[in-house]
């Protein structure tokens, strides 16, 4: 695929029509130093492989735009002297604010520095535009390993343009007919003696805030993020103990930080965006990651019981995984792409951000962990959004937004509290995963 798909042009159109870039973050940790060559061939590597593509617009209405090779790559970036421990957090965080252009380039960039306790940092980032997160992961894991592509996520630059006028035509082809099959199904669904929807259950999908918190701050506002590590053996015992897994373990303690922090009742049902990863061998697409969602019941059961969780994530994903039947949302992506950028910052007023996502990385980390002859104690991985304000913040509605993967013995999760009001410090949202952790009986090692 040497042309964006819908789920590539839902990202561009975040950053060259709204101005809100979304990146994606891997930051290893380490006890001691990298050798300067494994960080330097690293950076050869990353800067011959997949990731490494950039965004040729196209002027042919309803054509797709084309993967080209970034025009320009930031050099690796080394810290000019070491930093404090508590200090992790601060780079971690101005590392993903590193400008991007995913037109142009540069689209990713390679950092490091040393810690004054003899240990090292390494963060990788990367525009959403060029690749999701199982796109990073495997392009650092190939570059880690030597200069080859990736099994699942192959290089895909136009190198000889197809016409953009056949591609409109084919575009404006597969629009109409998504577009016919979606109504066709509506009206179906609307006939006498089709049936009516089950009963669903009341859900917070944005909840008002039900805090005294006072909303203070405005303009330029970053979402409090806070890593945090505990032993792999402790998390999986947690989830064993309630019945659980660990995945249903993650989206319990989501569900406590958000109630913890005012954004929901404990009586509230809640809705959970769970994403899954679409990626396959060969993999040329820079977005290969769709989703479901689940309803958790209010009153807090899950504390003691994880096992309707568990239960209906996996009916989520059997549901996702069954492939002969197209939701009418895949039908009308053709169209959806050919909407012109006017339109779409119209549609863009409205839109939401999730209340509870809960990102199941799982092993990866393990797959990253050994960086030349390092090994890395930890890795985290997560998206941010650039360019956000605390109106923007407010306005999307957002909640808690978790990442979570095991590297080895250790179990990392990312949290960002995307309501400005409710999760206002990375230390006031620290206090919250202290306690939840604590209630999980889960030892907490904080970045």
């Known amino acids: 695929m040497t042309r964006l798909t819908y789920d590539d042009d839902l990202f561009l159109r975040m950053e060259c029509v709204l101005d809100v870039p979304v990146v994606n ?3 290893w940790r380490f006890t001691g130093p990298i050798d300067s060559e494994v960080l330097d061939s690293t950076w050869r590597n990353l800067a011959g492989g ?28 080394r810290g000019a002297r070491a930093i404090a421990v508590h200090a992790l957090a601060e780079w971690m965080e101005e590392r993903a604010a590193v400008p991007l252009d995913p037109t142009n380039g540069p ?7 040393d810690l004054e306790t003899g240990g090292s940092a390494l963060s990788l980032v990367a525009s959403h535009v060029v690749g999701d ?8 894991i190939a570059a880690l390993r030597g200069p080859s592509d990736p099994d699942d996520f192959a290089s895909a630059f136009d190198t000889a343009p197809t016409s953009d006028l056949r591609d409109a035509a084919g575009q404006l082809r597969a629009a109409a007919s998504g577009t016919a099959r979606a109504l066709g199904r509506t009206v179906r669904g609307v006939l006498p003696g089709a049936g009516t929807p089950s009963a669903s259950k009341a859900v917070t999908h944005a909840a008002a805030h039900k805090s005294p918190v006072a909303a203070q701050s405005a303009g330029e506002f970053s979402p409090s993020t806070v890593v945090v590590d505990c032993p792999t053996d402790e998390w999986v015992a947690a989830a064993s103990r309630a019945g659980g897994s660990a ?8 569900l406590g930080i958000l109630a913890a922090g005012g954004r929901v009742d404990e ?23 769709s989703g479901v969602s689940i309803v958790v019941d209010g009153g807090r059961g899950y504390l003691d019981d994880l096992r309707p969780i568990r239960q209906d994530s996996k ?12 939701t009418t949302f895949e039908l009308t992506k053709p169209l959806m792409q050919m909407l012109p950028d006017a339109v779409v910052a119209r549609a863009a007023k409205s839109a939401t951000a999730p209340l509870c996502l809960c990102s199941n990385l799982g092993a990866r980390g393990s797959a990253l962990r050994s960086v030349g002859g390092s ?10 959004t650039q360019n956000t304000t605390a109106e923007l913040l407010r306005r999307t509605k957002g909640g808690v937004s978790v990442w979570w993967n095991t590297c080895g013995e250790t179990a990392t999760l990312c949290v960002t509290g995307l309501d400005p009001d409710l999760y206002p410090s990375r230390e006031h949202l620290k206090n919250l995963i202290a306690d939840e952790y604590t209630r999980w009986q889960l030892t907490p090692t904080f970045w």
């Open 133 to 140: 997160g199982g796109a990073l992961t495997s392009a650092a």
């Open 315 to 326: 009916a989520a994903f059997r549901a996702l995984a069954d492939t002969t039947r197209s």
């Open 267 to 289: 009586s509230d049902a809640v809705k959970v965006s769970l994403p899954v990863s679409t990626r396959i061998p060969g993999d040329t697409r820079a977005n290969a990651t």
């Open 247 to 254: 995945n249903s373990l993650l989206v319990a303690v989501a």
């Open 50 to 77: 997949p990731i490494d593509r950039a965004v040729h617009r196209v002027s042919v209405p309803g054509a797709r735009d084309r993967w080209v090779r970034a025009a320009s790559t930031l050099p690796l970036l």
């Open 25 to 27: 973050q891997i930051v």
């Open 107 to 113: 689209v990713w960039q390679l950092a490091y520095t």
């Open 375 to 384: 090994v890395a104690e930890s890795v985290a991985m997560r998206s941010i």
